[in-house]
């Protein structure tokens, strides 16, 4: 390190592959310190002379330059965690939070746990592999485009309103994984800045869907015999095949489909 004999705290330090660099070194609170100011190629010597003259008016005051700095560095920090929270509220609309919460919780779910969020928020239109008719929405997908800060229990309770309508029990899944969803934001190191509260978490939603009921429509122990004779019957080994799967496996329709 060589010093400047003009300015007594600057130096210059040169490493064994040749770099060269200003630093600043005085003493403060009884030890000593050193600052790098920057590259040579970077700072003239002016400048760095006049950098040096800066920092050793902070430490004659007893404000550690480092200190400082870092002080700095973690306000700019909070003002941009900030100002991306508030971009994210302005924004981010429900299905966008949606696609993040899906892969972040996805190495936790099972398959069909995935399928069932992934068909829920599905916008439609797309071509079907066994149908020549498209997909339909999933019964999410109208408040998709809705922004999350917008997403007030009274549009929950409306959603739900039109959905029991016309499929209220897979309605009242779906209602489910948005409770759980909403739940997420509200942990979200951004969202629970817009997410205070859960708007699927609410009666009216839910007296909207009702209550699931008893099914009766269902085979009985003792009409299990007749119903194998006659789907052994069928002379399409697929379809037979198919429906024996689903009696035994307890599986989704699709899901053997």
């Known amino acids: 390190i060589f010093w400047d004999g003009k300015t007594p705290s600057l130096g210059l330090r040169v490493t064994a592959n040749g770099a060269k660099s200003y630093i600043f070194q005085t003493e403060l609170h009884g030890k000593t310190i050193r600052i790098t100011i920057g590259d040579q190629r970077a700072w003239s010597i002016s400048d760095a002379q006049a950098e040096a003259a800066r920092l050793k008016v902070k430490t004659d005051q007893g404000i550690d330059p480092r200190q400082e700095?870092?002080?700095?560095?973690?306000?700019?920090?909070?003002a941009e965690t900030a100002r991306k929270a508030q971009e994210a509220r302005e924004i981010v609309?429900?299905?966008?939070?949606?696609?993040?919460?899906?892969?972040?919780?996805?190495?936790?779910w099972s398959e069909l746990h995935i399928r069932d969020h992934e068909k829920v928020m599905q916008a439609g239109g797309d071509a079907r592999k066994r149908s020549k008719k498209l997909t339909e929405p999933g019964l999410l997908a109208p408040l998709a485009k809705i922004r999350l800060v917008d997403l007030t229990p009274e549009l929950v309770t409306e959603w739900a309103k039109n959905q029991a309508l016309i499929r209220p029990?897979?309605?009242?899944?779906?209602?489910?994984?948005?409770?759980?969803?909403?739940?997420?934001?509200?942990?979200?190191?951004?969202?629970?800045?817009?997410?205070?509260?859960?708007?699927?978490?609410?009666n009216d939603a839910k007296e909207s869907l009702g209550k699931a009921k008893v099914k009766h429509d269902?085979?009985?122990?003792?009409?299990?015999?007749?119903?194998?004779?006659?789907?052994?019957?069928?002379?399409?080994?697929?379809?037979?095949?198919?429906?024996?799967?689903?009696l035994l496996t307890g599986a989704r329709r699709e899901e053997i489909a």
Do not use: M
């Open 93 to 108: 609309t429900v299905g966008q939070a949606w696609e993040e919460y899906v892969a972040a919780r996805k190495p936790l």
């Open 69 to 78: 700095a870092a002080d700095k560095k973690a306000a700019k920090q909070v």
């Open 169 to 202: 029990t897979r309605a009242r899944l779906a209602l489910r994984l948005l409770r759980a969803f909403l739940n997420w934001c509200g942990r979200h190191s951004t969202y629970k800045a817009i997410v205070t509260s859960n708007s699927a978490q609410n």
């Open 218 to 246: 269902v085979l009985q122990r003792e009409q299990l015999l007749a119903w194998f004779k006659a789907i052994k019957q069928i002379q399409n080994p697929v379809i037979s095949a198919y429906l024996q799967t689903l």
